[in-house]
């Protein structure tokens, strides 16, 4: 099944659950969630902290269990796969996380980190891993002499890069990116994101790329999924999501991005409250308490995800995704600015 155009992972009813402390209740991180990633395109995971978004993306790498539903991996369910299958698999699935000096030893040197999972998976012995090493920081923007130093000696963008590279070594097909530039200043998060986006095409990598902010989504992604409670509430093409948002929630996220030419705004999201908790969420739309336009049904009735009337691969859960909102009068208005 390695035909580019099957999906290199495919998530069928996902879901994480935990129990609280003490007991009782359950919280649902996950909640039946599924989607395919296509070869070589990048699937943008957005929403507010505490959505689910880094617990679906461990969930996906087999780093938090699953509690149902199936991940499937180039053909491969992971769920039926023994601990060394799975460690094997683990070497195509590589993850880079928010925060490189908190995932870097801070005693290895940075040739040390870069080789470790060259010599876990004995994909390289003696030389050949220092010869890897030195390849890797240089196809990041690093220098070979690099792989001497400590992380503390490198800066926040530096440290990233060298991050992408411990990933990228083991030669992954797969690339959780969990929120990489948040950390950074924004000269360098233009830069890793270009590194990020010249990699892709360079080795033809799939990326699962997480972020909270929408325009990074917006620049990097061919897909978005939008994340509330534990659920995808819309996903699609880019351009669909972007430019035709089906769900309120997803209008509010794009309403909150920054804009160099301030115009009025409905709703954002300091306006229209927090979100309830995932270990109790509200009957029917689990956006209703905060939803601008909710009306009776969306109080008990869940909404499925639905083809929009626009594009069958743009998929949307709300109950008045068809209608047309831009005018309407907000129903559930306490807070919300016109
Ligand atoms: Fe709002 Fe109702 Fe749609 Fe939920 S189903 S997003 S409450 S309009």
New binding site residues.
């Given amino acids: 099944m390695s035909n580019a155009t099957f999906p290199l992972l495919c998530a069928k009813d996902l879901s994480v659950r935990y129990r609280v402390s003490g007991g009782r209740g359950v919280l649902m991180a996950v909640n039946d969630v599924t989607f395919d990633l296509l070869r070589a395109t990048t699937l943008g995971l957005v929403g507010e902290s505490g959505c689910g978004k880094t617990t679906l993306a461990r969930a996906v790498l087999r780093l938090v269990p699953v509690s149902d539903g199936q991940v499937v991996f180039d053909g491969l369910d992971l769920s039926h796969l023994s601990g060394s299958h799975l460690r094997r698999l683990r070497r195509r699935m590589q993850i880079v996380f928010q925060d490189p000096l908190g995932s870097l030893s801070p005693r290895m040197t940075i040739g040390d980190a870069v080789g470790e999972g060259l010599r876990i998976h004995r994909l390289r012995r003696g030389s050949a891993i220092r010869d890897r090493v030195a390849e890797m920081l240089e196809r990041v923007g690093l220098q070979a002499a690099d792989m001497v130093r400590y992380p503390y000696e490198l800066s926040g963008g530096q440290r990233q890069r060298v991050a992408i590279a411990r990933a990228l070594a083991v030669g992954p097909e797969l690339l959780v990116c969990d929120e990489p530039v948040s950390a950074l200043d924004v000269s360098a998060q233009a830069q890793i994101l270009s590194l990020l986006v010249g990699l892709r095409r360079d080795f033809g990598l799939t990326y699962l790329f997480i972020s909270h902010n929408l325009a990074i989504v917006d620049s990097v992604c061919d897909a978005v999924a939008v994340m509330y409670l534990g659920r995808f509430?819309e996903i699609g093409p880019r351009a669909a999501v972007f430019e035709n948002p089906g769900?309120?929630?997803t209008r509010v996220l794009l309403e909150s991005v920054p804009d160099p030419e301030p115009r009025p705004r409905r709703a954002s999201l300091r306006t229209i409250g927090e979100p309830a908790s995932p270990s109790s969420p509200p009957p029917?739309?689990?956006?209703?308490p905060r939803?601008?336009?909710?009306?009776d049904?969306?109080r008990h009735d869940r909404?499925e995800l639905r083809a929009t009337s626009s594009a069958p691969a743009h998929r949307v859960?709300?109950?008045?995704?068809d209608e047309d909102?831009s005018g309407a009068t907000p129903s559930?208005a306490s807070g919300i600015t016109a």
């Fill in positions: 509430v769900h309120p929630y029917g739309c689990p956006f209703h939803c601008p336009f909710a009306v049904v969306c909404p859960a709300c109950h008045r995704a909102l559930n």
